[in-house]
């Protein structure tokens, strides 16, 4: 199936970068957040072998910012994830599964620390706000609740070290893992992270302000011209030889996130207050019955899966692919799926329904990369 | 500008009646709901002519439910809007302007009253689940909140009512505006409201269980055949004309119903129980400072409006606009956009800046159709 159009309206929002991303030659958006993700510079192909070898400034501005303020802003923050927060220090960034009562998810944002009464939730798609905004009501928590105008900028590559200590000083590299440092451009102070939806390392800046957008986009591109910068975004073979997951696309709130091997960020004994906890406490100790795992799938490149595709052991169903790709540097299809306890050992073999065809499939010990 | 490439992935989820659409030549989508919803068939023009001429069968699907059930159900459905439900009764639909604690807008759905102890809300474009859980779940109320497999298809034009007597039979007709009853197809209840996103009249089937939908769609078509039935979709420039608001478009969350010109919803001084009531309060006593105006703007068609232009009188931003086309029918330039008060009067001249240019435009006595 090829890619159909996309109609433009004010309700799939544009971004602050938008005006550098369509000079770039954005060729395909997804929507996310209701607002616009690009999807395609050159070929996703292209993207992908840039990505692993230069830098990339992606517009990432769809991650939208849940803010958390007020005294109750901790507590709040506990509520909505079974991750134990009592020992998180201000400028550090948590993935943290977001669950609902019954222990479903709701979304896997990364939540960052700011003070003991403030925290932005950086979510995935989608509309977090509410839930945060619904609980903190109903348990008349004394916190506010907003969308902030916050626009994430991520800069991803293998010299995504260098570009930056270009634009915001050689401090920059110091910045560890999953930290955040306060950095100043153009005499505004920005939150700049290691973090960023790759495996490829760099950052995400947390740009505060939508007319600080452009001018840092350029001050970026400039700087890196020598480094052979480019507009990129989230790249779909990368991030599932990676295993990073997709909210919607590999998991929804039938899920819980021991199904989505999130596990070890689950801390049913000790996240006190979390909602879905009770819910989970069961699913932590017996386990989950079905689990995300990597799948080989044999064969030429696969089409673009749009949909779930079954997966199947002897006739049976065992469990659905959600994600895939041809991975050019594994030699193999790449992907992302859900199975049945009884098949989702390393090594099991599976037939895959794609729409070009039942193919055999192999379940990994692990993503690629 | 003209339309760019959407990618398909998983998170936009396909909708059941979707191999209808790609077999009626779909052109463009858009995404609501995280849900593919049809733009544009033959081409906006055209689509909009042969709706206002004949009979289509729409792919509203991305219209989820959210469905309330359970002995706090109503109490619950009252909590969540200012429009008064107590005289509500079974088989009718209601558009209800859903709130937060701060009167702003989440969503503009139509409830539907099913039983005393259960209710569907058609939703436009958020994610109002998480709202109505939080909400049930921070108040303790005794209701459960799901999304149940009920996809809405809607038969628009003026032969609706003979494609729908041909297929559900006779009675059909009957049915009043924003009524519905329940009919059968294929020995399954269904429940067939007289409602519709457009002005042209026509019907809202809530298809429950995915496996009815093309067997629906497919039965429709073959039974329309002599009345020209084809593929259609929500129309913007028809929409626009007749003052249908979009959420998200013409509204967001710093909304008031007020604003939005739905005032005639809120029944402040009776809804009892409703979550932003108090914030209300003073807007419906004193009225809002800005509001929804239609707008006519001057000269030859104007561009696409993915983003809010500014509307300006003398100089000073007066308001903005957030959907506009031409019409072929009125000759000019429908738009939606919300204005000051000093300057919402009819017959107000203002500026409005397209991405063609300064336009002059005026305000009207009220939308077109």
Known sequence: MSAPLLSPSRRLRRTPFSDGVEAAGVKAYTVYNHMLLPTVFRSVEEDYRHLKEAVQIWDVACERQVELRGPDAGRLMQMLTPRDLTRTMRGQCLYVPIVDGTGGMLNDPVAVKLAEDRWWISIADSDLLYWVNGVAHGWRLDVMVDEPDVSPLAIQGPKADDLMARVFGEEVRDIRFFRFGHFEFQ??????????????????IYVEGADLAM?????????????????????LIERVEGGLLSYGNDMTDDNTPHECGLGRFCNTASA????????????????????IRAIAIDGPPVGLCDRWWPVRAGGDVVGRVSSAAWSPDFGTNVAIGMVRMTHWDAGTTLEVETPDGVRQAEVQAGFWA
Chains 1, 2 share one sequence.
């Open 187 to 204: 005499g505004r102070d920005l939150a700049v992270a290691r973090s960023g939806y790759s495996k490829q390392g760099g950052f995400e």
């Open 215 to 235: 001018p840092l986009w350029n001050a970026l591109m400039e700087a890196g011209a020598d480094l052979d910068v480019r507009a990129g975004c989230p790249n």
């Open 272 to 291: 006190i207050g979390c909602i879905g906890r009770d819910a989970l406490l069961r699913v932590a100790k017996e386990g989950p019955v079905q689990q």
